[in-house]
């Protein structure tokens, strides 16, 4: 008896265009909705920008890719909207990524992350 084999999505450099597509439109609203919650914000939004940047190595990219592409869906492990613990699988996720593409994130990513946080967090201002 054969045994059928679970088809699995691995996210591959074919797949990483649509993915980056959707995650440009759902960042920043997603971003505003977990500011609050997930302390380590900056260092989310320097990987976005290390994930945009041509000299950021594939691996890294598609890491960030699919981290930030399950922190942008609203469908997930635990939905977004329970205030609380909505975003703690994503913030598990986000951790376990950026500790894997930290030497990916350049320093110029964390100043553009500080620079656009500050400006989406009007008059709250953001101390990274």
Do not use: C, N
Not at 14 to 24: L, P, V
Not at 56 to 81: C, E, H, N, Q, S
Not at 112 to 118: E, S
């Amino acid at each position: 008896m054969a045994r059928s084999i679970p088809e699995i999505e691995i996210l591959g450099p074919e797949d990483a265009a649509d993915k980056e597509a959707r995650i440009r439109r759902a960042f920043w609203p997603t971003v505003k909705k977990a500011l609050r919650v997930i302390p380590f914000m900056d260092e989310v939004v320097a990987a976005y920008y290390a994930m945009l940047d041509p000299r950021t190595p594939m691996r890294a990219k598609l890491t960030v890719i699919g981290a930030l592409a399950y922190f942008v869906t609203p469908f997930d492990l635990v939905p977004d909207v329970i205030l609380g613990i909505g975003f703690l699988d994503d913030a598990s996720i986000l951790a376990a990524a950026l500790a894997a593409v930290s030497s990916s994130i350049r320093e110029e990513h964390r100043e553009a992350a500080r620079q656009a946080l500050a400006e989406e967090t009007g008059a709250q201002g953001f101390a990274a």
